[in-house]
């Protein structure tokens, strides 16, 4: 099994990227996909969590508003659209797969499979 985390990259504030997560070795579909970031010296934090298809989405204050989770199943592959993006932006970005409750949503222990990160960096 393995998730392979794609799209990182240097962007200005107020830029979009968007993000791709390619599953091999399971049907994404099946899952919950989360995307979770860490920055430098911070703990990792939630973004968004995704049940699985046809599911509950649920949204951080973080990224309520300006993030958004979709997927395709045909490429078996999750994207965060991430817009208007900001300097407190930068960090490392994961998507990870599991199956995630209400209640522990945000606890990335609770993910099984995890992707490698990719780095995003938003600075003019």
């Known amino acids: 099994v393995q998730l392979q985390a794609s799209g990182g990259g240097l962007v200005e504030p107020g830029g979009s990227l968007r993000l791709s997560c390619a599953a091999s070795?399971?049907?994404?579909?099946?899952?919950?996909v989360a995307w979770f970031r860490q920055a430098p010296g911070k703990e990792r934090e939630g973004l968004v969590v995704?049940?699985?298809?046809?599911?509950?989405?649920w949204h951080s204050d973080s990224a309520r508003g300006r993030f958004i989770v979709s997927r395709d199943n045909a490429k078996n592959t999750a994207y965060l659209q991430m817009n208007n993006l900001k300097t407190d932006d930068t960090a490392v970005y994961y998507c990870?797969?599991?199956?995630?409750?209400?209640?522990?949503?945000?606890?990335?222990?609770?993910?099984?499979?995890w992707g490698q990160g990719t780095q995003v960096t938003v600075s003019s």
């Open positions: 990870a797969a599991g199956f995630p409750i209400l209640s522990t949503r945000w606890d990335w222990t609770k993910y099984r499979y």
């Open positions: 995704s049940r699985s298809s046809g599911g509950m989405t």
């Open positions: 070795g399971l049907t994404l579909s099946s899952y919950g």
